[in-house]
């Protein structure tokens, strides 16, 4: 009885256990660690003095990680051979491998790289100092690097500082201090000594720290500074989770000057010209592309044939990418061309020379691969052509016996019994009556010529003779013969192929502003066009009436072309173009084409006139569409830009000063301590909509350039902020929902 009883209560233990292993529910594990690393003990001690040690050791009171170490942690004075940099465990340790300068303040600023190694919460800005001297500089200046020409933000471009007042300390000294730019094109430089400065950016793309490479891109500022500090306060949030704070506290720091300092970077003209690629991707033309602009093109001379004038040159604007055209066939059909390029070139002094590079430019599609693909157009073009042919001869077989089969509307309905009293039935009967009795044909023979005469259907129900050979090949001859429709498959001939037309680009007419014009832009450069081949004309009440226009050839694009005409406003007009109005080197014609053009009315454009206030200079407003593209273009007189024709919609503006007055904005140069153009964005988007006239006044500068540009503009975006990821609040809110 005891055993049992044991027995039951061992076993209903271990139902207990099981059912309350099994309970639903995820054990806590305690709170989520939301707490950064912190420094405990450091080797040396933070801003330590008089020491020389190279190796820096970080504790901390959890295992830390690094975030991007390579991009994120510098080190000042800049190092010319890269510092070791390692975290491991609870542990960071950097190794600096330059000589160790005298009386100079190290800092290695971590930014928010130092993580910790399970929930990556972020230890924030955290620098470590020390000094080989007796004092640690302690001061800070910081600011913004924008590029010129858009004033986009640059991230990680270098901020350096000298105290050496002289330009020509930017060609040959490393930096003194060093920073690097984050998303927002923001840096801060730390551990400034007092005294005066000039500060300059630059893309250091060898790692000496100074501008040595015309392909660096660089900003100066003539503005001496000078750092300071004095205390302050600013306002600091206390979050409750990511989404609500709890309140804001004004907390007191040490604010440090200057921090409104505006570089604004360029690559100079005459970058390092060389030849970057040569291609030819068709039998009959090759492109030739150089690293930069240049005043002059290349010569290529070739031992096989006249290059003088075996090409049509066609090249860009800035004569960096240059396309030739062979003209003669004897020549492109050639797998091969080998030629000579003599061009101006950097060479590793920095000095332009004459470069000569041998090419063997062989296509990418060869003579013998174009020919087979030539050969298999014709060939589907044939089968192709055959099918048509012989499905519209079965079209007009069908056609023909069908107007054999209608019943004209005064005849009799088919197998409709005659009166047997009918004249022609009596004929029929006479007819008959001339035939041997038909009681007597007692042959087959007689049988089947009767058969013959009165019903075509073979006769089944008699028997079927033996088939032979013969018989086969007769009756298969039959079957061939019998075709319903006229088509001779063996002496079809095979019809030209169509022509192919010249492709071209016509800008759109749709909704056409009177300010506009028609642009073609063709795939190859035209030889000859033929003006008598437009036909303009202008609609004046119901009728069309002919209208004057130009045609113009573009400068420096052989293949683009313009359609100018007087357009007005809420008018329809039609311009027909004859095929053959454009006719490329080749012989290629453009296909004929008609359009019908109405223009809008007054009424469905927006205007906008700009004043400039307090600006002395050369104005050159553009308005920009919502992608940062130049939409028009105007210049500013007497300080004021007009637009007109605008259509409705949301747009910006900018205005560069054009000093030299040529329309275009300009570089800087550093060596003639030019500064590029000035570049200025109006800091409010302008709705314009229909039948508005819009009025703004400008002052160019009136906000810091860092402040200009519209954000929806920007396309460099800030760094994502680091935080800790409140996953103890989350769960919280997790466990009231499942309650």
Not at 482 to 496: A, L, Q, S
Request: charged share 30%; hydrophobic share 35%; net charge negative.
């Amino acid at each position: 009885m005891f055993r049992r009883t044991a027995a039951i209560c061992a076993i209903m233990m271990v139902v207990l256990l099981v059912l309350s292993c099994a309970n639903i529910g995820t054990p806590d594990g305690g709170p989520y660690d939301e707490d950064p690393p912190k420094v405990v003990r450091t080797s040396p001690k933070q801003y330590a003095t008089n020491t020389r040690t190279k190796k820096i050791i970080l504790e901390f009171d959890e295992n830390v990680k690094l975030d991007n170490a390579a991009e994120k942690v510098m080190v000042s004075p800049p190092q010319l051979e890269m510092p070791e940099i390692n975290a491991m465990g609870r542990r960071i340790t950097i190794e600096l491998m330059d000589t160790l300068k005298d009386s100079t303040t190290y800092t290695i600023d971590f930014s928010d790289a130092i993580e910790d190694n399970n929930e990556s919460n972020p230890m924030g800005d955290y620098a470590f100092a020390f000094s080989t001297g007796d004092r640690i500089d302690t001061f800070q200046m910081s600011g913004t690097v924008l590029n010129a020409e858009n004033l986009e933000p640059i991230k990680g471009i270098l901020v350096g500082l000298y105290s050496n007042m002289e330009d020509s300390a930017f060609r040959t000294q490393p930096f003194e201090r060093v920073s690097r730019t984050n998303g927002s094109g923001h840096f801060t430089i730390k551990g400034i000594a007092p005294g005066e400065y000039r500060a300059y950016a630059l893309t250091d793309q060898n790692q000496n720290f100074l501008f040595d490479q015309k392909s660096e891109q660089i900003a100066f500022s003539d503005r001496k500074l000078t750092p300071s500090a004095k205390p302050d306060i600013r306002p600091d949030t206390i979050w409750h989770d990511s989404i609500h704070y709890d309140s804001i506290v004004m907390r007191p720091y040490m604010h440090f000057f200057p921090d409104d300092i505006v570089l604004l970077a360029f690559l100079e003209k005459g970058q390092d010209h060389y030849l970057m690629k040569k291609e030819r991707d068709l039998l009959h033309r090759f492109t030739i592309t150089f690293s930069s602009p240049s005043d002059t093109l290349p010569r290529i001379v070739s031992d096989d044939f006249d290059t003088s004038t075996a090409f049509v040159v066609d090249a860009n604007a800035t004569n960096d990418t240059i396309t030739y055209w062979i003209r003669d066939s004897l020549i492109y059909n050639n797998d091969t061309l080998n030629m000579r390029l003599y061009y101006m070139g950097t060479d590793t002094n920095g000095v332009l020379v004459q470069m000569v590079d041998t090419m063997e430019l062989a296509s990418k599609i060869s003579k013998e691969r174009f020919d087979k693909q030539r050969a298999k157009e014709y060939e589907e073009w044939a089968k192709q052509s055959k099918k048509d042919a012989e499905a519209e001869a079965k079209k007009k077989a069908r056609e023909a016996k069908r107007k054999e089969q209608e019943i004209p509307k005064n005849a009799e309905p088919l197998n409709q019994p005659k009166n047997p009293d009918s004249l022609d039935n009596r004929e029929n009967i006479e007819n008959l009556d001339s035939l041997e009795n038909l009681e007597n044909l007692d042959s087959l023979d007689s049988l089947e010529n009767l058969d013959s005469l009165s019903n075509p259907v073979p006769l089944d129900s008699i028997g079927q003779p033996e088939t032979t050979d013969t018989d086969s090949d007769n009756k298969k001859a039959k079957k061939k013969k019998k075709k319903d429709y006229d088509f001779d498959e063996e002496n079809f001939v095979v019809p030209p192929m169509p022509e192919t037309f010249l492709n071209v680009r016509v800008s759109s007419t749709n909704g056409m502003a009177p300010d506009q014009n028609i642009q073609f832009v063709f795939e190859e450069p035209i030889d000859t066009f033929d003006i008598n081949a437009f036909h303009f004309s202008i609609q004046v009440d119901s009728t069309f009436k002919p209208a004057d226009f130009i045609i113009q050839r573009d400068s420096i694009n052989k293949k683009k072309f313009t359609f100018y005409a007087e357009w007005l406003p809420d008018t329809t007009y039609q311009l027909d173009i004859d095929t053959g109005a454009f006719v490329s080197m080749y012989g290629r014609r453009m296909e004929g084409s008609k359009k019908t053009i109405k223009m809008k009315s007054l009424d469905a454009f927006s205007a906008l006139f700009v004043n400039l206030d307090n600006f002395k200079g050369n104005g050159v407003v553009e308005l920009l569409s919502g992608t940062d593209k130049v939409v028009k273009r105007a210049k500013a007189v007497d300080g004021r830009a007009d637009f007109f024709f605008i259509q409705p919609g949301e747009y910006y503006v900018r205005m560069f000063d054009d000093r030299n007055r040529n329309g275009i904005w300009d570089t800087g140069e550093y060596d003639s301590h030019t500064q590029p153009e000035d570049m200025y964005y109006y800091h409010k988007v302008l709705n314009l909509r229909a039948m508005w006239e819009v009025s703004e006044h400008w002052n160019p500068t009136s906000r810091p350039r860092n402040e200009q540009k519209p954000t929806k503009l920007i396309k460099q975006k800030p760094d994502k902020q680091k935080s800790a990821k409140s996953r103890n609040a989350e769960r919280e809110k997790e466990k009231k929902n499942r309650k």
